[in-house]
């Protein structure tokens, strides 16, 4: 079992940044792939960022490259997602995500614990 308690989410103006930050409980968390998600107002969840085991592998939603950094400290069981240059269309409650596989993947499906969300609202 794993559990997953995010934090940092907040409001922010645009143009600003945020750092995420997910505390993981659980002896495999060192081992499990890890990613981020976003949920948007009537919109269905999406991926943001997901990042392999050891934190050599990451891969990105193409509309937050170059300005989204996921990375991990497993001697701390934390992800992080540096969040810089926000936009408005940033705005969504963020999830934290962990996969009992070490690599990445960009599929809802093939996570099987989540956290319970940090709101992130960026104004214009």
């Known amino acids: 079992q794993v559990q997953l308690v995010e934090s940092g989410g907040g409001l922010v103006q645009a143009g600003g940044s945020l750092r995420l930050s997910c505390a993981a409980s659980?002896?495999?968390?060192?081992?499990?792939?890890m990613g981020w998600f976003r949920q948007a107002p009537g919109k269905e969840r999406e991926f943001v960022a997901t990042i392999n085991w050891s934190g050599t592998t990451t891969y990105y939603l193409n509309s937050v490259k170059g300005r989204f950094a996921i990375s991990r400290d497993n001697a701390k069981n934390t992800v992080y997602l540096q969040m810089n240059t926000l936009k408005p269309e940033d705005t969504a409650v963020y999830y934290c995500a962990s996969r009992s596989i070490s690599g990445v993947s960009a599929s809802i499906s093939e996570y099987n614990y989540w956290g319970q969300g940090t709101q992130v609202t960026v104004s214009s």
């Open positions: 659980g002896r495999t968390f060192s081992s499990n792939a």
